[in-house]
């Protein structure tokens, strides 16, 4: 059983181009090795269009039967992760091979290397594909609701081992340069199947992967190789656009620099971007401004629930000043008339989320106007999901939520598939501890729809969430989209 499962598995290698066939006995001997098996028979047996998730099955089952690792989906992935590694080509290889297919087309540099991050099971294909994608339709364009199945839950075993496990500052975090080929512990994460390719921006050394959860097409991450805080400063919108230059069919966006308003690690400098275009992206301008100075940048507010200024020119030097202008007043900006406080008690609040991308000859960067004041009434933030939304949306609102995207938890496919039950059973919502946060909103919307049955009832649970989604957005604005909300932003606008 070993050898037929290692022979489909370095067939698997050899098919998707991992492993040159040249290296089939290489390759052979470092899985056995893993196994601690000094015995191998090749099976007669021809294999072709190998099932991953399926080989990989087989091979931690029999990992399991022999004492190597516990039956645990942490340890599991810990294995599997180095198994994979035994296919992989080397970092020097990798990084070869996309230099040589960029000189090409930056396109086709990519495309390799997004190609091998899912082949090498680094983004694991069988565990994205769960997640469950939709779009509603809104005010502001096609809003995109995801919710995410792909990352694994982990078991108590495993949650008790990893508080076992003396603490390690290395890797510093999970974006540091150091992750590439480790292999991981309970509380970190293998990555020996990792690549990275370094680039040059801000003539500093930083590196792009992809995500592995891939929330959107080609999702990547572009990291300082330094373990150094994030900050959102002249610098920032200078590697932002660095970064497009080399590879103009990608944008790159940031999350802002401030808690609560900003993204889940705030402690390694890094961006996000990738090949996909939002909804804010496709978002119109609403009103053209001219800016004192900048009288050839086109400028204006978008049509976005949150309060973006969008610049364009074909300098994008032009772009980094203007940037770097709006920053350094927005940072020191109070309206009290619109809630806006630069800072109170000494913590500043004002902060921006930058999004750049090109367009035919145009560069092109959104301004994201964020403030992370809190109050009693709102405690997790004014501008952050309020309290009745908790129920759909409750984490911080970072630059993939502002951009269109709705990273929903896993929680709601079992909650959403309960309410399905319990609204056509005409059972009481509230009865069910696992869905009576969501009784309000049952409540709320359900009078809208004169007839349910299971054939839509799922269609219209989708389009209230996003509805939802929409209204988090709308608290997350600075600026509301009232007549009110735009006289404020044009208040600020005519400060600069």
Not at 28 to 33: A, M, P, Y
Not at 348 to 354: D, K, L, S, V, Y
Not at 419 to 442: F, M, T
Request: glycine share 6%; aromatic share 10%; charged share 30%.
């Amino acid at each position: 059983m070993l050898s037929e499962s290692i022979k489909k598995l370095v067939q698997y290698g050899i098919e998707t181009g991992l492993t040159p066939a040249c290296e089939k006995n290489y390759t052979t001997n470092l899985l056995l090795d893993v196994f601690k098996e000094d015995e191998y028979t090749e099976p007669a047996e021809e294999y072709s269009d190998i099932n991953l998730e399926e080989v990989l099955k087989e091979l931690l089952d029999e990992a399991v039967e022999r004492g190597l690792i516990q039956d645990s989906v942490v340890y599991r992935d810990l294995f599997d992760t180095r198994l994979m590694n035994c296919l992989m080509p080397r970092p020097a290889q990798v990084q070869k091979s996309f230099w040589e297919k960029y000189e090409k087309s930056p396109e086709e540099a990519t495309d390799y290397f997004y190609k091998l991050s899912q082949d090498s099971d680094y983004i694991r294909r069988y565990r994205v594909k769960k997640d469950q994608k939709w779009t509603v339709d809104s005010p502001y364009g096609a809003i995109d609701i995801t919710i995410n199945l792909s990352k694994p839950e982990k078991d108590p075993k495993a949650i008790a081992a990893a508080k076992l496990i003396k603490s390690s500052s290395y890797p510093k975090c999970l974006l540091c340069p150091e992750n590439e080929g480790y292999a991981g512990r309970a509380n970190h994460p293998a990555r020996e199947n990792h690549r990275i390719i370094p680039i040059t921006i801000n003539d500093s050394p930083w590196g792009m992967q992809y995500s592995p959860y891939v929330y959107y097409n080609e999702h990547c991450i572009v990291f300082n190789f330094q373990h150094t805080p994030m900050k959102i400063e002249r610098n920032t919108f200078i590697k932002l656009f660095d970064f497009v230059k080399l590879f103009p069919h990608y944008f790159l966006g940031s999350n802002a620099d401030l808690p609560i308003v900003g993204g889940s690690i705030l402690s390694h400098d890094h961006f996000q971007g990738g090949h996909y275009t939002f909804a804010m992206a496709k978002a119109e301008i609403e009103k053209y401004v001219t800016i004192p100075g900048y009288e050839d940048v086109e400028a204006g507010i978008v049509k976005w629930p949150l309060s973006v200024l969008r610049i364009r020119h074909k300098d994008e030097k032009r772009l980094i000043d203007l940037a770097t202008h709006v920053l350094e007043v927005w940072r020191g900006y109070t309206d009290e008339a619109a809630f806006i406080f630069a800072e109170t008690d000494g913590e500043p609040h004002n902060t921006i989320t930058p999004i750049a991308r090109k367009k035919g000859d145009m560069y092109e960067l959104d301004l994201t106007l964020r403030n992370n004041i809190t109050t009693e009434e709102n405690p997790l933030g004014v501008y952050h999901p309020h309290a009745q939304y908790h129920h759909i949306k409750k984490e911080n609102i970072g630059l993939i939520e502002v951009m269109g995207l709705a990273v929903l938890p896993a929680r709601l496919k079992e909650e959403l598939e309960l309410l399905e039950e319990y609204i056509l059973d005409g059972k009481d919502v509230a009865s069910n501890e696992k869905i009576e946060k969501h009784e309000q909103w049952v409540k709320e919307f359900l009078p809208k729809y004169d007839h349910l049955d299971k054939d839509n009832i799922e269609e219209v649970l989708h389009k209230e969430v996003g509805n939802v989604f929409v209204h988090v957005l709308e608290d997350a604005g600075v600026y509301k989209c009232t007549g009110e909300g735009r006289a404020a932003f044009m208040r600020f606008i005519e400060n600069l």
